[in-house]
């Protein structure tokens, strides 16, 4: 599995851990994340991502966590 620097596995699964302990109905959570990485599936299948390095599951969980985690920077 290559990442680079910036999402290594640990914190990687830190997120992840903190996303579902957040969230008030796990399933709907994984269902998100799981929903998410198929679009940046496509995405990547399109060339519309830059970052090709990070596969589209762990991009989703990155994304889904930043926006709960700073909801203001979506308003």
Do not use: C
Not at 23 to 33: A, F, I, P
Not at 40 to 66: H, M, N, T, Y
């Amino acid at each position: 599995m290559t990442m680079n620097r910036r999402h290594s596995a640990r914190a990687l699964s830190r997120r992840i851990e903190w996303l579902v302990s957040n969230s008030s109905n796990r399933y709907l959570t994984t269902l998100r994340v799981a929903f998410r990485a198929k679009q940046r599936r496509f995405d990547d299948f399109e060339g519309l991502l830059e970052e090709s390095d990070i596969k589209p599951v762990q991009r989703a969980i990155i994304e889904l966590s930043d926006e709960k985690s700073t909801p203001d920077l979506l308003s």
